[in-house]
């Protein structure tokens, strides 16, 4: 299947900095691609939907001014957690979407957060 | 609203065994499907999808069944192994839309 890279994979910041993640499709140009969360033991969540050259589509309770989403080229997507707090810890998950029918959605190995 | 959910959250299974992972989904106009298997502290990694106009998709070791008249959908694992461990997940499309995911079944294989 088709390769998408995430980095950092894991991150500890102090509160109150921004963190960034950035997001690659490394085999395939992705005019869309999706921000998840995960808290242990559950199911992904969707946080946005990042359109390559257009602003991202926000989930309902998820700030967009706190987690800031560019999609700036086809194959690469950037999230920013802004001034992190510690209930920001968490899993964050990119993904990105073949353009070709069916259009299958490939993950990225995630990255850890941690705010202290 | 409708989701994606699943039967079991977990399924215990015997090395060498055939493993069958269950999904039922409520959206009758989804239209795509695809499992994924997640290994602990890492992302998800695409297993096998299916398009609604398909009853049965096979790959390496993995039979994906859709039963559309129940809205079913379920895994098989043949000769399950040890690195089959992990949690799966089923989601669902409607059309070009977003992914909505089940809440995943741990499986646990044992030697």
């Known amino acids: 299947g088709a390769v998408v890279s995430q980095h950092p994979s894991r991150v500890i910041c102090k509160s109150g900095t921004s963190v960034k993640i950035e997001c690659r499709s490394l085999?395939?140009?992705?005019?869309?691609m999706f921000w998840y969360r995960q808290f242990p033991k559950q199911s992904l969540m969707l946080m946005a939907t990042?359109?390559?050259?257009?602003?991202?589509?926000?989930e309902q309770g998820v700030e967009k001014d706190k987690f800031l989403i560019n999609h700036a080229s086809l194959t690469l997507s950037t999230l920013t957690v802004t001034s992190a707090h510690p209930e920001d810890s968490s899993f964050y998950i990119c993904?990105?979407?073949?353009?070709?029918?069916?259009?299958?959605?490939?993950f990225g190995p995630g990255t850890r957060l941690l705010v202290l | 609203g409708e989701s994606v959910g699943l039967h079991l959250p977990t399924l215990s299974v015997q090395e060498g065994d055939n493993s069958i992972i269950n999904c039922a989904y409520s959206?009758?106009?989804?239209?795509?499907f695809i499992w994924y298997k997640q290994e602990s502290g890492k992302g998800p990694q695409f297993i096998i999808d299916?398009?609604?106009?398909?009853d049965k998709r096979q790959g390496q070791r993995v039979t994906v069944l859709l039963n559309k008249t129940v809205k079913h959908l379920s895994l098989q694992i043949a000769a399950t192994q040890p690195g089959d461990s992990a949690v799966y997940f089923c989601?669902?499309?409607?059309?070009?839309?977003?992914?909505?995911f089940g809440a995943g079944t741990t499986v646990t294989v044992r030697a």
């Open positions: 993904s990105a979407r073949e353009p070709q029918v069916p259009k299958t959605q490939y």
């Open positions: 299916i398009r609604s106009n398909m």
């Open positions: 989601a669902e499309r409607e059309n070009d839309y977003k992914l909505s």
């Open positions: 990042s359109n390559e050259g257009s602003k991202a589509t926000y």
């Open positions: 959206n009758s106009a989804s239209d795509y």
């Open positions: 085999d395939f140009q992705a005019t869309t």
